[in-house]
């Protein structure tokens, strides 16, 4: 029965690599949220599923390609970027203009420092 899943798989991917690569993700993503929502002796593992779900199913020998994996990572590393500044943006510029001065002189001494005992 496995076998048979597989060599469907292979077949699809040689098709549509792209968007059963993206069907691979979405679903590890999806059963990684459940898996994190399951309780074990009272401690759930949360966003860490994701990594158990990922690790299950690359055990049986579902991998994506190199350059769809790759745009992952890079759409992923994008979007928390934003999000991060979404929400540190208003603070990150208060402080900014409050001790900017003081710790970019700080980095400043730290890389010239650097420089000189390198």
């Not at 459940?34 to 055990?59: D, K």
């Not at 900014?96 to 002189?105: F, I, T, V």
Request: charge should be neutral; hydrophobic fraction near 55%.
């Amino acid at each position: 029965m496995f076998s048979l899943i597989t060599d469907t798989w292979q077949v699809w991917q040689e098709a549509h690599p792209v968007a059963l690569d993206l069907l691979l993700f979405s679903v590890v993503a999806l059963a990684g949220i459940g898996i994190g929502r399951i309780s074990i002796f009272g401690v759930r593992p949360g966003i860490v599923g994701v990594l158990f779900a990922g690790l299950i199913v690359s055990h049986f020998g579902f991998r994506p390609d190199y350059h769809v994996a790759h745009f992952i990572k890079e759409f992923g590393l994008i979007l928390f970027v934003f999000s991060l500044g979404l929400q540190m943006g208003a603070g990150f510029f208060a402080s900014l203009r409050k001790e900017g001065l003081k710790l970019n002189l700080y980095a400043a001494a730290i890389i010239g420092l650097g420089a000189c005992f390198s």
